[in-house]
């Protein structure tokens, strides 16, 4: 058997394992699991019934009586992931497993996008074949396909927006960067988390060229342009309807004060939104609502230094290899009876052993591949980095474990 035979069999051995146990695993899941508090499932089903990108609320009249509900639009949530569901109930109906299967079969593709993404960086297959036995492999993945969260989804535009990008780094030519721009913007609209990413990359450009600093404008520009062509739009039409130039609503306010205000410890960070900062809420838009929770998130952070760098510590704990919370009962994919400590038992043991496996690899075998790896070792930065002023739940950072596993497969 030749050496191309013999690996595209060890791929598709690696596929049909992966997508066995994902479908194994969503047929456990107990019926419409996630579905009933995902405000992605409410948009898409508005979508789908011609209501556009809102939400139903219910309208009362003067006497506080309820009149009906009508579509209000809305910009809580970022539109890949509401579009997604939709076209599938638009075509099959609100059918869950229709949505897992659909999930699986994508992060199944994700593994062979990232199969290349490693060979792109390492230029060794055997290595290439490790890191989506992997992917394959690990628990969470399984896990995620599952549910009505955009996990799947975003984890896979990021994997390919790092192919993209590595093969602009490698091709320097002005058409890749454009891509890789537009395919990072698709991923920002399928979760804001990335919205910031180009000054991380742009940044990273300059110093490399720093010497040549001509050289690197033009695909910085088209880098950039590429992005703001599919991101500026969305913006726009909050804009428009909303009043609001923002990539979404309230959200990130609320992430960034609940997780910095002092909470009961005894209780956790419960809730949100304490009473005194409700009563100073009320009333407000949703815009107002966003600048005046983050503005004193961030003051939290600056006058409580100490307190931040504690919290910090366990946030990291908690990003990387979910310890730190009890029981596991704060990650999505662990709630409704499902494994819960036996997944948290996996991760903990997995992650620890990807990063131990990924500085032995700096350590021990160092080479070219360490120079072709910017984009991965860039997004783990960067990912870690955003997520420590909010609460850093392990679901935050599985898009970029991936990144860990190809040095690990080193």
């Not at 004193?296 to 990291?316: D, L, M, S, Y």
């Not at 704990?317 to 036996?342: C, N, P, Q």
């Amino acid at each position: 058997m030749t050496r191309t035979k013999s690996r595209v069999l060890l791929l598709l051995v690696i596929f049909f394992v992966g997508f066995a146990f994902r479908v194994a695993y969503f047929m456990w899941a107990p019926k419409d699991y996630a579905a009933a508090a995902s405000d992605y499932d409410e948009i898409a089903q508005s979508l789908a019934a011609g209501r556009g990108f809102s939400r139903m609320e219910v309208q009362r009249d003067a006497d506080g009586h309820d009149i009906g509900e009508v579509a209000v639009p809305d910009a809580a949530r970022t539109p890949v992931y509401p579009l997604f569901l939709a076209s599938i109930y638009k075509v099959f109906g609100r059918r869950l497993r229709v949505v897992y299967l659909s999930q699986t079969l994508l992060d199944m593709l994700s593994a062979l996008l990232f199969y290349f993404l490693v060979l792109k960086i390492t230029h060794d297959t055997r290595m290439a074949i490790m890191a989506a036995a992997l992917y394959s492999l690990y628990l969470p993945f399984m896990s995620q396909v599952g549910v009505l969260l955009n996990e799947t989804l975003f984890g896979f535009l990021v994997i390919v927006f790092a192919l993209a990008a590595t093969i602009a780094m490698q091709d320097g030519s002005n058409w890749r960067f454009l891509w890789a721009g537009v395919f990072l913007g698709l991923a920002t609209l399928c979760r804001p988390t990335t919205f910031l990413f180009p000054l991380f990359f742009i940044a990273t450009l300059l110093i490399i060229e720093r010497k040549r600093l001509k050289k690197a404008i033009a695909p910085c520009v088209v880098f950039l342009l590429g992005f703001a062509v599919l991101v500026v739009p969305w913006m726009t039409r909050n804009y428009i309807v909303l009043g609001h130039f923002e990539l979404v609503g309230s959200l990130a306010g609320e992430q960034v004060y609940a997780a910095n205000y002092a909470w009961d410890e005894s209780r956790g960070p419960a809730p949100m939104v304490p009473p005194e900062m409700a009563v100073r809420l009320e009333g407000k838009s949703d815009l107002e609502r966003n600048q005046i929770l983050m503005r004193e998130g961030i003051k939290e952070i600056i006058f409580h230094p100490i307190r931040f760098v504690k919290n910090a510590a366990h946030r990291t704990l908690i990003f990387w290899t979910s310890m730190g919370v009890a029981g596991g009962h704060d990650f999505f994919y662990y709630s409704s009876g499902r494994t819960g400590k036996e997944t948290c038992v996996f991760i903990v043991v997995a992650n620890i052993l990807l990063f131990a496996a990924s500085i032995l690899a700096f350590i021990k075998f160092r080479g070219p591949w360490i120079s072709r790896s910017m984009i991965p070792i860039l997004l783990l930065a960067y990912f870690y980095i955003m997520h420590l002023p909010i609460f850093a739940f392990i679901r935050y950072s599985l898009p970029v474990i991936p990144f860990l596993m190809i040095f690990a497969a080193v």
